[in-house]
């Protein structure tokens, strides 16, 4: 079994270059939903899930928000124990008004189009009009006390 860790900002394969210099820029964001437009397989989804693994799995530094515990679902995602094919075919029809979320697949889709930290991260961003990269940095790093001087100049 895959071990779930916490993880925090530093450990996304894209990560913002400056701390400080990031109030306007989403490069975060826009690379997770440039790859994720990208998948064209079952296989992609697979590809996709764990090159972005960590993300799933970040959590706050000091507590974070309620209910950040790990669904069986996102368990499910984050250990690649689901059926890619049928995640695959809901991640094709994820904005269709009739999605069945009574269906593992389709909710393991869901995470994949619309991770719950990046929708934290945007209400942040959106309340203090500033760029979802600052967000991410403010929810996902600075909460880490080890990591006060971690991508500063």
Not at 21 to 28: D, K, L, Q, R
Not at 58 to 87: H, I, T
Not at 103 to 123: C, E, G, K, T, V
């Amino acid at each position: 079994m895959t071990r779930l860790t916490r993880t925090c900002l530093l450990d996304l394969p894209v990560i913002p270059a400056h701390r400080d210099g990031a109030t306007g820029t989403e490069e975060i964001q826009d690379a997770y939903l440039a790859e994720r437009g990208a998948i064209s397989s079952a296989a992609g989804v697979r590809t996709f899930v764990r090159r972005w693994r960590p993300l799933f799995l970040l959590r706050s530094g000091k507590g974070g928000w309620p209910g950040q515990f790990l669904d069986d679902d996102v368990k499910a995602l984050v250990s690649l124990s689901f059926d890619a094919k049928k995640v695959f075919a809901a991640l094709q029809r994820v904005s269709d008004d009739k999605f069945d979320f009574s269906r593992r697949p389709n909710r393991i889709a869901a995470h994949i189009a619309l991770p719950a930290q990046l929708m934290r991260a945007f209400q942040l961003a959106a309340h203090y009009d500033v760029g979802h990269d600052l967000a991410m940095v403010r929810l996902f790093l600075d909460t880490y006390p080890q990591h006060e001087k971690a991508l500063r100049f």
